[in-house]
């Protein structure tokens, strides 16, 4: 089993990144992949999740009318398209999956992770 994520790297702020989060070994029907995140000096925050089945997106209050979080069935990769970018957004982001049926408010319930990639928002 393994998610990969990938996409990050260095931008200006206003610009766009799509982060991409490939999944292999199992398929998405009943689990969630998040996105979360973690800046230098602070805690790992939520971001945004997708329950695959069913659709329904979760947005932390800070991305809410920027990102958009997205799955591609077919090809078991779920995306998360970050617009008009600022320096707050800087981090490494990471995508993780838990079953539908667990709490996925809690990052510690998550079954797997990605390794990170790192985006930079240069002001």
């Known amino acids: 089993v393994q998610l990969q994520a990938s996409g990050g790297g260095l931008v200006q702020a206003g610009d766009s990144l799509r982060l991409s989060c490939k999944v292999s070994?199992?398929?998405?029907?009943?689990?969630?992949v998040g996105w979360w995140r973690q800046a230098p000096g602070k805690e790992r925050e939520a971001v945004s999740r997708?329950?695959?089945?069913?659709?329904?997106?979760y947005y932390a209050d800070p991305v809410k009318g920027r990102f958009t979080v997205s799955v591609d069935p077919t090809e078991n990769t779920v995306y998360l398209q970050m617009n008009s970018l600022t320096s707050e957004d800087t981090a490494v982001y990471y995508c993780?999956?838990?079953?539908?049926?667990?709490?996925?408010?809690?990052?510690?319930?998550?079954?797997?992770w990605g390794q990170g990639t790192l985006v930079t928002v240069s002001s």
């Open positions: 997708i329950f695959i089945r069913g659709g329904s997106t």
């Open positions: 070994g199992f398929t998405l029907d009943d689990h969630v």
């Open positions: 993780a999956s838990i079953e539908d049926d667990g709490d996925e408010d809690d990052p510690d319930e998550y079954d797997f």
